[in-house]
Every structure is written in C-alpha cells, then in structure tokens.
C-alpha cells in the first residue's frame, strides 16, 4: 500500500505493507527525506498536534496503528547542526598570490593633505585616512571599472568576523548554477516528467560583473608576442597559443591580480587566413604542462591571432574589432567560457572549493590606426554558467549571443538585460531571442613592463612547435641551434626545453631537471654538470649523426655502406619504424618524417 507522507520538505509517498513495522516506515522516510538521525522523527494523524516519536511505537505494525492504503501522515524532525565547511579554510589550496594577498588588509594609504588636515603629524581625519580597496570614488578617480576579486571579498564582508587577532574566513561565495536540479526533495518525478519551484532554476538578469579574478596581463618580453605573430606575417595563416606564467599581486589595483606570462604553446593546429582548427591536442598539451611545472609555471590562458593585410604595403592591418562591429564574438565568448570552467580559481572563500577562474583570453588584432594590438578579456561567471546548461548558443552575427529553444530535453528559464533607452531611463527587456555579448565580457587590461627580466633569456630563437614549412622542429635545427653558442645561455628558451625533453634521451630524474636548472639559474657549473652525463652525450652523438646523414644523403648510395643497385633503392622505400619515437615510416628519406632522427 501506499502512504502519504508531509513534512516541511514537501509530500512523499512510501510504499510499505500493513505488516511493516513502524520501524520500517521510519527507515523509509529517512532515506527519501535524507534525514541523518532518524531517531528524531515524529509521526501524527494531525498537523501540529499530538507528534509522537515512531521510536516510542516500536514493535507495532502499521496493521495495528490502523494505518491504512492512501493515508496522510505529517512527521517532523530535527534537522542536523550544520557543521562549519573546514575544507574552506584547511585543505583548498589557493594560489600563492591569493595567499598574499589574504594576508594583507587592502586599505588605501592617503597622505595628509595640505589644505584642510589641521591635526598633527600623527593624527588622522577624514581627509587622510585610509580608504577601503572597494571605495566607489577612488575608483572612479582612477577609471578602474571592475573591482579586484580580493577587493570585492572585502566588500562581501568576508574578513568581517573576528577572533582574538584572526580572522574567521567564512564561505560566502557561490557559482550561478542554470541547471535544473535531478533529486528534488518535493517528491515528484524528475525533470523532464515534471518540475517544481523548488528544482527549477530562477530567472536571471544580465548585467555586468562588478569584480573580476585578474586585472592585468603583462608579457613579461615583447619578443614573447613578436615570435608569435611571426607565423602570420610569414605564412598569413592564424594562429593559436596557450600561454604560460604565473599570478603575482599587481600594484596599480587595489588588491590586484596579475597574469605574467613567460611563454606560448603552439597546440596542433590547422590554420587559414580567416580563422584556424585545433587538432587534438591532448597529448602535446600535457609534455607543455609538465614542462611548465617544471619550470615554476602554470597556464594562465589562451591567446590567438584575428589579423588581415589592409594591402596598403605599409605593414598595417585591419581594424575589424570596434565600436561599430563587436569586441569580442559571441563564439569567442562561448569558446572562453568552457576554458574558464575548464580551469577553476581555487579559493576558501566558496563551499565548493572553487569559484570562477583565471584564465584569461588574449586577441591579437588591428586598432584603429591599424596597428597590430592585443585585447584581453574574461567571460563573467553568468555567461560559464549559462553555457554549462546549455541555454545560449553562439550567433551568426559576431556581437550577439542567441538563447537557445526550450525543448522537452532542455529547460530555458526566464532571460533578462537592463539597458537606457532614448529618454535615460534603465528598463528591463526579454533576452529572448537574443542580446549584446557587451553582457558577459569583462575587459582585462594589458601591457608590457618598464623593465623587462623574462624567465627565458636565449639570445637566439629555436623553432616553436607544430609549425610548418622553414619553422618545423627537428634534429637539424635542433643541433644547428646547440652549436650557434654557449649552452648556459642556449638552454633558456622554453621550446628548445620543450623539444630536449620530447626526444626521450635525457631522462626526467636527473639530466632533465639539471637542464632546467641551467635555463633558470644560468649557471656555469650546473652545465659542466650535464655536458658530462650519459644522457647529454648520447643526444650529441644522435644530433652529429643525424647532421651527417642528412649532409651524406645527397650523395651516392655506396657511401652509406648499404651497397649499391637495386637493393639500397629498396631498403630506402621500405616501410621502417624510427627506435627513437617509434613512428612508423613510409617515405624514402633515411631520417624519421617524425623527429627528424636518422633510421639507424
């Protein structure tokens, strides 16, 4: 028989035998309504009256309580002490600069002002007293448009609470979820059978996000962006990079975050003149991770090219991305926004252990006096949420973001954004079936230092891979760069590391990291060091032979000692797998279509 069962989570039905003890039903009840202590729950034929605990009438069955198929019962119970979330404060683990930054109290230092401080040396008054890092007006004063994140904790009154000398750091933060939820306590089908107001998400209204996690990204060497759009003055085609650095505290904003990048991975690609195509990239992009990690550096973001000749001959491109046009695609914002949920900020101040993310996107394109320039944005945490559950889509115009159809499989709440219309008045107008992207964005600002002191410091470049044409990687070019100088200062390029370390021949305890050591710290003794290890050796003798069978191979075949005729001609066709990276050949050339290493 069936059972009806209401509490103040909504009415259940259980499904139990008029031969069930009372202790059944209790158990039952327990798991539907998820209640941690059972022995807690009451039961009564009337609403707020005459409760009495099913633990009292243990040893009856619902027979003898004269409990009958279709009967409403009312329960109650006491819900459990909500434990303070210690995840948030002891086992996240936040970047190094958040940690910094929590440490320090935020204020805006003034000094005494001239005309209207009246008091001493050492007082204070209104007029030089420090101002909070969210303070409206100095804000203002200095046109930053977005609060840092630290700055908006502050204001969130996250440091509010105070023990003794310490701070208690409570989780106040919380990521948009659009999703409708699966396991709703009101007791009724899942969507889409059917849906309440308890598991339907709310409506959302669009405006601009007033924080944001990074305020500036800084290349920390012009050379960092000359190298990458080299590709594109060269060949015409775009390109496409991740970008790897670290977050440092960044003065010029109250609390501020900085993304300082070192150096841009070129992931497989498939570029065009009018865009490009990411191949799969998964496992180049983990050796450039590790590589990284190696290093002391993380990814901090992505960056591409979006560049066109304007034919004038003059080296100007241009300007495709303006107030008229759009900033920032509606593709570009979607694209964002999966790589910012695909790399979440760490931080104690979220239940959940993370909240928004710091990976910022970088467009290199032409401004208005077509010059070559870079734009750097963010997507807000709406616009991550909006397109995990799937409800916007992009546009075939650049500047609009299109809300999605509801189906019987996808559920579209209300949509709304604030604008000023003709007579200054901010009205509210239905997203549907479109609205500006303006919305989502939030501008990241961007620059170069006043000294720059990169990580990676070659004087000569290296070939950066997955390109093609003069610019492809291999033993060739890889021994042809170790001899064009000293190795100490050789060693500090990112993409000779990158392609040392995929040829497999130094191995990653010992020569791998001592040749990291060598890029970082430039020192003479830890490369005498590794000139002297086997591996370093055996990479030597590759390269030397790999130079001499390339500079041999134009000559005749009974110099090689593989004999002449007809049989060398058919040993050079033959398929054959290289012993060093193990591709499987089936060109002519005695040296690996792959790594460029020789057959033998």
């Given at each position: 028989?069936?059972?009806r069962?209401r509490s ?6 259980i499904?139990?035998s008029?031969?069930d ?24 034929d ?29 329960i ?15 086992t996240?683990?936040?970047?190094a600069?958040d ?15 001239p005309k ?12 030089c ?11 203002e ?28 750091t ?5 990521e948009p979820s ?18 309440c ?9 669009l ?20 190298n ?5 003055r ?26 300082v ?14 865009g490009l ?5 998964i ?11 190696a ?17 004038s ?7 495709k ?5 759009y900033?920032?695609?509606?593709q ?50 709406t ?40 007579y ?16 989502l ?5 961007h620059?170069?230092p006043?000294?720059?002191?990169p990580m ?11 390109r ?33 370390r995929s ?8 020569e ?14 830890d ?25 041999g ?17 058919a ?7 290289c012993?060093?990276c ?10 690996c ?8």
């Open positions: 028989m069936l059972v069962v103040k989570e909504g009415t259940h039905r499904e139990v008029p031969s003890d009372i202790i059944i039903l209790r158990d039952k009840i327990a798991k539907e309504l998820k209640i941690t202590d059972s022995s807690t729950i009451t039961i009564s009337q609403p707020n009256a005459g409760a009495t605990p099913m633990d009292s009438l243990s040893g009856k069955t619902l027979g003898q309580l004269n409990v009958k198929h279709g009967d409403l019962l009312y109650g119970f006491a819900e459990a002490a909500v434990q303070p979330d210690t995840r948030s404060s002891s996240v683990v936040q970047d600069v940690d910094y930054l929590d440490s320090q109290d935020g204020l805006i230092k003034r000094p005494k002002d209207f401080c009246k008091h001493a040396a050492n007082g204070m008054c209104d007029y007293m420090p101002l909070e890092p969210f303070d409206p007006a100095y804000l004063e200095h046109k930053i448009k977005s609060l840092s994140f630290h700055a908006y904790l502050r204001k969130l009154g996250a440091h509010d609470k105070k023990q003794g000398t310490s701070y208690i409570l989780p106040s933060l919380e659009y999703k409708v939820k699966t396991n709703c306590s009101s007791g009724h089908p899942p969507w889409p059978a059917s849906i107001t308890k598991c339907q998400p709310s409506a959302i209204t405006q601009r996000q007033p924080f944001r996690l990074v305020d500036h990204v800084e290349f920390s060497s012009a050379t960092i962006i000359d990458f759009i080299n590709y594109w060269t060949t015409g085609l775009q390109r496409f990079g991740y970008m790897y650095g670290r977050y440092e505290p960044y003065s010029e904003v109250p609390l501020g975050i900085k993304a990048v070192e150096a841009i991975y070129e992931p497989p690609q498939e570029g065009d003149s009018e195509k990411l191949e799969d990239p496992y180049g992009e983990k050796r450039a991770d590790e590589m990284a990690g290093c002391g550096l993380q990814r901090v973001g992505m960056i591409y090219t979006d560049l066109t000749d304007d034919g001959g003059k080296g100007t491109v241009l300007c991305r303006h107030i008229d046009s900033f920032f695609s509606s570009e914002c979607q694209f964002a926004a999966v790589m910012q949920q695909k790399y979440p900020n760490a931080t104690k101040y979220s239940s959940t252990g993370t909240f928004g993310s710091k990976f910022v996107t970088c467009v290199i394109g032409g401004n208005q006096e077509g010059n070559i320039d870079v734009s750097s944005y963010q997507v807000s945490n616009c991550v949420g909006m397109v995990d559950a799937d409800i916007v889509e992009p546009s075939v115009e650049p500047g609009i973001m299109r809300v999605r159809e509801a189906t019987t499989d996808r559920y579209i709440p209300d949509v709304f954004f604030k604008y000023k219309n003709e200054n008045l901010v009205v509210q107008k239905d997203a549907k079936p479109s609205f500006p992207v303006e919305y964005l939030v501008n990241v600002t620059g170069f006043v000294k720059a002191s990676f410091k070659s004087p000569k470049d290296f070939p950066i891979e997955n093609v044409g003069a610019f492809v990687q291999d033993a060739a070019s890889l021994h042809r760069y170790l001899e064009s100088g000293n190795l100490v200062e050789l060693a500090s390029n990112f993409h000779f590391l990158l392609f040392a040829m497999g021949i130094l191995n990653d305890t010992d791998m990291n001592l040749l990291v050591r060598v890029a970082l710290l430039h020192k003479e003794e490369a005498n060091k590794l000139v002297q290890t086997p591996g370093w050796q055996t990479l030597l003798t590759v390269l030397k032979e790999s130079a001499g069978s390339s500079r191979g134009q000559g005749s075949s009974s110099s090689s000692g593989r004999g002449a005729g007809g049989s060398s001609g040993s050079a066709t033959a398929p054959w797998t012993r060093h193990t591709f499987l050949n089936t060109h002519g050339d005695e040296n279509e792959m790594c460029g290493l020789p057959m033998g």
